[in-house]
Structure formats: C-alpha cells, structure tokens
C-alpha cells in the first residue's frame, strides 16, 4: 500500500509540474557543421548525419526561443536550433514537421439537399506540413516547404542570401510580404484558420489576398531593437507552381512593421510562451498587380483590346501582448479597376478583424488554456470610394463574372473558443465556435446576396509538431 500511495504520488508530481510549467516543442537539427578552427567541447561531433540529433533535436522550436538571427515567415524562418553555440555553425540542415487533423459540424448542411453551402460532418487533415532547411555557406541557406494534405503541393523553395541584418536577398517561391496573418505560420493561429478575406473561413474558399508566389524581395531589420522590418518584392503573380508569367506584368507588393518595444520574439498570434512584458507590432501593407485576361471589344470599338484588371491593395494590423492577454486587429482594401465593366463592374473590396484572448491565471492552468474571441466582416463586391453607377457595382452571381468569385457576398462571423497548449503552439488543442452570417444567391434570382446562408461551425483542432 505505501508503494503504491508512492506511485501514485510521483504520477500526480509529474502531471503537476507538467501543467505548472509548460516545456517547449523540439525541433530537428539532421546534421552541422562547425566552422573551421572551432574545438567542440567533448562528445560534441562537428558534423555527421546522427539518428541521436534526429531523435533528440535541439533544446527548444526557434517558434518558441528563437535565436538572435531567425528570419520571420515571409522568409520561411529556421526549423531546429544548433547544438552548437550561436554562430558556431556554419553548415547544417533542418527537418520541420506538423500536423493539423480537425473534426468539423457545419449547421447548415442538408442530407436531402442536392445543394449544399455548408460541408458535411467528419474528419479531415487540414494542414500537412514537411520543411527542409539548410545552409550551405554563410551567405546561402535554401528552403523547401510541401503541404501534404490531400495532393502534395509545393509551398517554399527559394534561395536566402543573408548579405547584413538590414539586407537579405530571396528569390524564388515564397509568401508575398501582405498581411500580417498571411505571414504568420498556421501552426502558431489562435484560431483554426485565417480570415475571411484569406480563404479560410469563406465558405467558397476565395482568396483575395496574395499568398504563395515565384519572386524577388530584399527585406531586414533595421534601428535599435529592430525597430523597424521591411519587405520589398516583385512576384509573377500568378500563384504558385507556375512556371511562367503568362502576361508579362507583375505584382508589387511591400509591407513595412513598427516594433516600439523590440522586435517580438516570435511572429505568432496569442501570449503563449512570450514574456510577460508589453509586445507591440505595427504593420503597414500594400501590393498592386495588373492581370490581363484575353482581348475585349469594348461599346463604340471596333477592334479589341486587351481586357486588364488592376488589382491595388492595403492593409494595416496591430498586435499588443502583455501578462497573459493578447489582441489582434487588422484591416483589408482592395480597389478592382475591369476594362469591360459592362460584363464586369469595378469594385472594392473592404474586410477588418479583431481578436482577443486571455490565458486563466490560476497556477496549473497558466500559459495552458486561453480563452479567445474573434469578430470580423468582409465585404468582397462593392463601393466606398467612389458612387455606385455604371463603373462600379456589385458583381453579379460568379456563373456572370470572369473572375472566380462564385457566389460569394457579404460576410460576418463572431467565433469564442477554448485552446489548451501543452507546448506552446508546438501541441495544442483548440475548440471554436463560429456563428457565420453569409448573405449569397441562394434563391436563385440573379440578385446578388440575395439569401442568408445557415452555416455555423463546430471546430475541433490538434495541432502536433516537431
């Protein structure tokens, strides 16, 4: 019976001290190389393959304690930490892995129905993810990034030329620099995707911000404390996995942040694992693209011309963390100029969020569970700049439009949710609720958003990494 009774009482320790102080995901460091002339302390190999680092990793994810000179996701960042100290290694190779399987209720889905708005319910992986990164030379590291989940896609794959902390040089295909939440990792979300305007929470899946895309950016840290980060790129601006650029134009896109307080420890959302101390981003977006699609003959024309749309966007997002609270707040334009706005009407499109959460105090709890709420609207067809007439309006049902609209109109959704991380966003659990307002052309009589679609949402979320 003591034994017993002593057991139980070192089970009950561990799983204490396991809530009352949460660890930090591993990452893998497969192999590095020391610089020449450097004596590595004993046991330490200065290079070499190992099934013990593959096993073992390094002490902590760079998501979670990165070191002085990680680069921010619109460059991909590092996957493992060096076994070495900072700067010791000069050659070496990372391997990152996450998975994000969910089980979803949609309320609005109809067995009976041949036309649905909503999915079914069930389980999917929403996100599998397989990072290789390495360096081959001080002065080139090189990243690739495949997403797994229902084809493999490929993400990242360019080449990073570190020239000074105010200067890194990247070419190839990566996140164009817009939008805060795009540039951000969707293993380190508060929530289990992005906003409206991204894709992610849209019923139609559109996406109206650029993401993945073929290009040339500098961008770097300058000022005490990294006051100030930049990003300049020009991208083909045809997505990703193109292998051309068809029109021979191309998409412009810069973003500029303010940290007041010091560069954040890490480019996430939430206070999770961040010190206790007052975090403070501030970022500026901007992008412009001219698309040509085909030939068009215009009103009084007799000869065709070339049917352009000019796409100008920006956007501007703030993220404050302090003791445990965090808030998130960011606003979306876009101005959509057509050629032919008899068959297509200019428009403008207008989106903004705000979320909050807030970790519980009590001691077995702390930097556990964090209660989160989130509000945002989008608006993807209308005017605000200018008057509603000839040359701007709402678009008509996505069967009338160029563009792949669908039928996609106004949109609001409200989401309140519990999320539990046991290693900070390396493993964590997220539970939400969505109340979704979505106004589309469900009664079928060619006036836009002219129904209101029942399609609240039921999320639960596992995020696992290494």
């Given amino acids: 019976m003591v034994k017993r009774a002593a057991l139980w009482s070192i089970a009950l320790a561990g ?55 990680v680069p921010p996701l619109a460059a991909g960042g590092h996957v493992g930490a060096s076994r070495f100290p900072e700067g010791v290694a000069e050659r070496w190779l990372d391997l990152g892995f996450y998975a994000q399987p969910q089980f979803i209720v949609q309320t609005g889905y109809n067995l009976e129905s041949t036309s649905n708005f909503s999915l079914p319910p069930g389980v999917s992986l929403q996100r599998t993810r397989v990072v290789l990164h390495g360096q081959a030379h001080p002065l080139l590291q090189m990243r690739v990034e495949f997403n ?50 991204a894709g992610g929470a849209n019923s139609s899946g559109v996406r109206f911000i650029p993401s993945f895309d073929q290009g040339l950016m500098v961008w770097g840290w300058a000022g005490p404390r990294d006051l100030v980060e930049y990003y300049a790129g020009v991208f083909n601006g045809k997505g990703s996995n193109s292998a051309f650029n068809l029109d021979g134009f191309f998409l412009y896109a810069g973003r500029v942040a303010v940290n007041p307080l010091g560069r954040p420890r890490a480019l996430q959302e939430g206070s999770v694992n961040l010190p206790q101390a007052a975090t403070l981003a501030i970022g500026f977006n901007a992008a412009s ?75 077995a709890l702390r930097n556990h569970l964090e209660v989160v709420a989130r509000a945002q609207s989008f608006d993807p067809s209308s005017c ?19 563009e792949v609209y669908r039928d996609f109109m106004f949109a609001r959704a409200y989401t309140f949710g519990l999320n539990w991380y046991q ?28 129904g209101v679609v029942d399609n609240n949402l039921f999320t639960l979320l596992l995020t696992g990494s290494f």
């Fill in 148 to 197: 797994m989940s229902n084809n493999l896609e490929l993400l990242d794959a360019y080449a990073l030329v570190p020239v000074r902390r105010w200067l890194q040089v990247q070419i190839g295909q990566f996140r164009v620099p817009f939008s805060r939440q795009e540039l951000t990792s969707s293993s380190r979300f508060q929530f289990s995707d992005r906003a409206l305007w």
């Fill in 289 to 363: 693209q001219i698309r040509q699609v085909g030939l068009v003959t215009l009103p009084g024309q007799s000869t065709p011309s070339p049917n352009r749309i000019t796409l100008n966007s920006f956007g501007a997002d703030v993220f404050f963390a302090a003791r445990g609270a965090s808030v998130y707040g960011e606003v979306y334009f876009r101005d959509t100029q057509e050629t032919d706005t008899t068959a297509a009407p200019s428009t403008q499109s207008l989106g903004w969020m705000v979320q909050a959460g807030y970790f519980i105090p009590a001691p």
């Fill in 384 to 402: 605000y700049t200018v008057s509603a007439g000839p040359e701007c309006g709402q678009r008509l049902p996505g069967s009338q439009s160029r």
């Fill in 423 to 450: 290693l900070g966003h390396g493993f964590k659990a997220q539970a939400q609720y969505t109340i979704n307002t979505e106004h589309r052309d469900a009664t079928n009589d060619r006036r836009p958003g002219s």
């Fill in 15 to 69: 799983v204490s001290v396991g809530l009352m102080a949460p660890r930090e995901a591993g990452a893998v460091r497969l192999w590095e190389e020391a610089r020449a002339g450097w004596s590595p302390p004993g046991g330490l190999s200065p290079g070499g393959l190992s099934l013990a680092a593959l096993f073992n990793g390094s002490v902590a994810s760079p998501d979670l304690r990165p070191p002085d000179f």
